[in-house]
């Protein structure tokens, strides 16, 4: 089955400590982003990245990192979270760079710090 | 920069009823339309994906138009059922094509037994 799948779906987490949400899609995507959906902000991107070792900032890119080592992972990084990263987290992924393309997404992760 | 914008932002009506869904964009330029479902505590699945020299796109009860001149998409729900109820959004891609999927906040609908 075609999925993007994100882990994990919960976490709660104090501010400061390292954490590391991870994104795995099994359709050989070139295209993969992270997004943030926040209550009357709707969603934002984060990060993409277009193929393997090319990422790029998105709308609100402080205070997260990502990479793209395996074309089937997209890793998101929050070194020093803080409570403002509170919120729930989308990955998604599609053929190419956006160009007439559809987009998949994973469950969702709800982050919570404290 | 591009500003998606979803009208209404909440509906409630009666099962069997058709109704439609409203969503508008400031920049034309855009490489494709999409739109999606969101239901609680879930992700986004994809409903239906206009490619910009296309003027509409149908799946089953769904169909869904793009004015890309005018800047407007709509999503028409054909004899609207109960599972139905969901959070409908609206995204556009535009820039150079690397940029991702723009947002609107989403139409919240209910459909009543």
């Known amino acids: 089955e075609a999925q993007v799948t994100q882990n994990p779906r919960y976490l709660i987490t104090v501010t400061g400590k390292k954490l590391t949400v991870t994104c795995s899609q099994n359709m050989n995507h070139e295209y993969m982003s992270w997004y943030r959906q926040d209550p009357g902000l709707g969603l934002r991107q984060i990060y993409y990245?277009?193929?393997?070792?090319?990422?790029d900032k998105g709308d609100v890119p402080e205070g997260y990192k990502v990479s793209r080592k395996e074309k089937r992972n997209f890793p998101l990084i929050l070194e020093s979270p803080s409570p403002n990263q509170t919120s729930l987290y989308f990955c998604?992924?599609?053929?190419?760079?956006?160009?007439?393309?559809?987009?998949?997404f994973g469950q969702g992760t709800r982050l919570t710090v404290v | 920069k591009q500003e998606v914008t979803q009208i209404p932002a909440a509906l409630s009506v009666p099962e069997g009823e058709n109704l439609v869904l409203n969503c508008s964009f400031t920049d034309s330029a855009i490489y494709n339309l999409q739109w999606f479902r969101q239901d609680p505590g879930k992700g986004l699945t994809s409903l239906l994906l206009i490619q910009s020299s296309q003027r509409e796109q149908t799946s089953g009860r769904l169909n869904a138009s793009l004015d890309k001149s005018s800047g407007r998409s709509t999503l028409y729900i054909a004899a609207s059922q109960p599972g139905d109820s969901a959070t409908y959004l609206c995204a556009v891609v535009s820039g150079g094509g690397a940029d991702g999927l723009t947002f609107g906040k989403g139409t919240h609908l209910i459909i009543q037994p």
């Open positions: 990245s277009m193929n393997v070792e090319v990422t």
């Open positions: 998604a992924s599609s053929l190419s760079g956006g160009l007439a393309t559809e987009a998949f």
